[in-house]
């Protein structure tokens, strides 16, 4: 079955340290997305890609950084930049070319500091 | 003023009850619009498309009035499996450009 896959489901990180988070989908989208979601609030996007080999800045992109060298993969990686990096961390993909976008999310990466 | 917004609630009804949710957008050249209900700890799935003649799904209409730049969610009905927090999302920019709400929670209880 298609879908999204996010990798690992829980994530703990030490002060300093970089760590990356993977997000894997077999939907054949042109477009993937990351977002950051925190206790009580909504969804902020953190980047997204249109297409392979090309990314844009979304609202809170500080400390964080990613790649989109295939399509089928966009890996975010929370750097050590990242004052505040305890969240609940959303891949999603979609086909602004069809009906509802059909917009997907994976099952989410939840981070915590230690 | 934030692109979208919701009543954050949270609705607390009974078994059985109809129970309405709105959502204001900020952007009148907005595209599409879509309910997600979201799990606690889950990711949001997508509930249902929102339509300018309004429509119906079940339990669930929604309905959007482009004069007044909101939607809404009515649930009528209401079941235990309701109880979730409802994400109103707002579609600009040839669909690159997605805008959640921060979501209305609602609990049914027995």
């Known amino acids: 079955d298609g879908g999204i896959t996010q990798s690992p489901k829980y994530l703990f990180r030490k002060e300093g340290q970089n760590v990356t988070l993977s997000c894997e989908q077999n939907l054949n989208h042109d477009a993937m997305y990351w977002y950051r979601q925190d206790p009580g609030q909504g969804l902020r996007l953190i980047y997204y890609?249109?297409?392979?080999?090309?990314?844009q800045k979304g609202d809170i992109a500080e400390g964080y950084s990613v790649s989109r060298e295939k399509k089928e993969s966009f890996p975010l990686t929370v750097t050590s930049a990242q004052k505040n990096p305890t969240a609940f961390y959303l891949c999603a993909s979609s086909n602004p070319m069809a009906a509802n976008y059909g917009y997907t999310f994976g099952s989410g990466t939840r981070l915590t500091v230690v | 003023r934030k692109e979208v917004e919701q009543d954050p609630g949270p609705f607390n009804v009974p078994e059985g009850a109809t129970v309405a949710f709105n959502c204001t957008y900020s952007?009148?050249?907005?595209?599409?619009f879509f309910w997600y209900r979201q799990d606690c700890r889950k990711e949001p799935k997508l509930l249902m498309s929102?339509?300018?003649s309004g429509n119906e799904d079940g339990r669930f209409t929604a309905q959007l009035n482009r004069a007044s730049q909101y939607i809404s969610l009515l649930i009528r009905d209401s079941k235990l499996s309701d109880s979730a927090t409802y994400l109103c999302?707002?579609?600009?920019?040839?669909?690159?450009?997605?805008?959640f709400g921060a979501g209305t929670r609602l609990f049914v209880k027995a």
């Open positions: 999302v707002v579609v600009n920019t040839g669909g690159f450009k997605t805008i």
């Open positions: 890609s249109q297409i392979v080999n090309d990314f």
């Open positions: 952007n009148s050249a907005s595209q599409s």
């Open positions: 929102v339509y300018s």
